[in-house]
């Protein structure tokens, strides 16, 4: 089946850098999702992309469906403590019948020094 | 406006016993989707309702089932537990079945022993 290749598996980094990471696969996918997961909690969607090329924000936080549908990648600019969490990608696989049927990535883990 | 509700936080159970999850969805959302969540695998697709009807299945042995009611509210089925069902069970509600918008319960934690 589909899989999705996120990295990089963590990072580490001080209060205020800028983060970026992406996910790659071998299929095409229709929408890439980007959530974030906070410890004892499910996922959040953050940033939701539907056309190849699509560039959207959402605050600090910048994604980018990629131009052959095969990969996205998240931006978080001016990071803060409370950005410490797994962040996910997720797409819609061509052909899966369901929007609700996501691939995830294996999780980008963020860690925020103050 | 309430979240997704999932019922038990948390259980324990061993091999052999069945375990039935419960989730209740936001108001208005028709589908429910369940997603299983392992250190090993990450998320994996378990299965979808819409209007009371399941229209996507993942790769899970027939021992996983669900079902949804008439009001959204949905439930999923694990019978003969073994110990690699331990895992965190996420339901995730959406409004339809198109966006991948999803948004996701705190989960189930299942601990098989």
């Known amino acids: 089946g589909q899989q999705l290749n996120q990295s990089p598996q963590s990072m580490f980094i001080q209060e205020g850098e800028d983060v970026s990471m992406n996910c790659t696969s071998s299929?095409?996918?229709?929408?890439w999702l980007w959530y974030k997961q906070d410890p004892g909690e499910g996922p959040v969607l953050l940033i939701a992309?539907?056309?190849?090329?699509e560039l959207t924000s959402n605050g600090r936080l910048t994604a980018q469906f990629g131009i052959t549908r095969k990969d996205s990648f998240l931006n978080i600019s001016a990071s803060i403590p409370s950005d410490v969490g797994i962040y996910f990608c997720a797409g819609q696989p061509l052909g899966s019948g369901s929007g609700s049927r996501l691939t995830f990535g294996e999780g980008t883990q963020l860690t925020v020094n103050p | 406006k309430a979240g997704v509700t999932q019922t038990p936080r948390y259980l324990i159970k061993t091999r052999g016993q069945q375990v039935t999850l419960s989730c209740s969805p936001i108001s208005g959302h028709r589908s429910v989707s369940w997603y299983q969540q392992t250190p090993g695998q990450g998320l994996q697709f378990l299965f979808e309702y819409f209007s009371e009807t399941q229209r996507n299945k993942g790769n899970f042995p027939g021992r996983f089932s669900g079902r949804q009611f008439s009001n959204s509210r949905s439930e999923m089925n694990v019978s003969t537990l073994e110990l690699g069902d331990s895992a965190l069970y996420l339901c995730?509600?959406?409004?339809?079945?198109?966006?991948?918008?999803?948004?996701f319960g705190e989960g189930s934690r299942l601990t098989v022993l």
């Open positions: 992309l539907y056309k190849a090329g």
């Open positions: 995730a509600s959406s409004r339809d079945s198109v966006t991948g918008e999803l948004f």
């Open positions: 299929s095409i996918f229709n929408t």
